[in-house]
């Protein structure tokens, strides 16, 4: 069994090295490191980035905005046969011209799988990401957690964790051709 929960925050660039360097020093007070491995997380290439265009236009002017997506820190903890596993996810947006709304919808995916790539579950998550003032870059950090329950003599190495963004057969086509 494999349940998923998320928080999101979007962050300017101090608040996000403030978080960043709060998590080292909790880090730090950890009692004892824990010498199991963690699952492997990786960014599907194809999925990793997304132009999402108003209407039929396919012109730099039709843009609402550009979205990417990155994994951040990775931390486990095993109970018995259960690993909780918390994965910050980055989505960074830059709006386009034709994005009045100052507004990006972003749908990303996280999936766990087997080390054979056979996908156990996946969950796809909606955030919306504003651009406040003028600002035309924004990026929003998210964590997720997920609950995996151990078989037999598994660990964190037996698992994969797949993020990508959400995208439609014509997003997928237009990455592949563009990136």
């Known amino acids: 069994m494999i349940a998923f929960s998320s928080r999101f925050n979007v962050l300017r660039p101090s608040r996000l090295f403030l978080g960043l360097a709060a998590g080292l020093v909790l880090a730090g007070c950890a009692s004892e490191p824990e010498t199991r491995p963690c699952p492997q997380a990786v960014v599907l290439s194809d999925a990793s980035r997304q132009v999402k265009f108003s209407g039929q236009g396919r012109d730099l002017t039709d843009v609402l905005f550009e979205a990417s997506i990155e994994t951040g ?3 486990c903890e ?3 046969n259960v690993l ?4 910050q996810v980055q989505v960074i947006a830059a709006r386009g011209p034709a994005n009045s709304d100052r507004l990006a919808n972003v749908s990303y995916f996280v999936a766990v799988a087997r080390s054979d790539q056979s996908v156990l579950a996946r ?10 003032g003028n600002r035309t870059r924004v990026s929003g950090l998210e964590e997720i957690g997920q ?3 151990l078989q037999g003599d598994e660990d964190g190495g ?3 964790i797949y993020v990508g963004l959400d995208l439609t057969r014509e997003e997928l086509e237009y990455n592949r051709a563009n990136y």
């Open 73 to 75: 820190r990775l931390i």
């Open 78 to 80: 095993y109970d018995e």
């Open 84 to 87: 909780d596993v918390d994965l």
């Open 123 to 132: 969950q796809s998550f909606d955030i919306a990401i504003p651009f406040p």
């Open 147 to 149: 609950v995996i329950t």
């Open 158 to 160: 037996d698992y994969r």
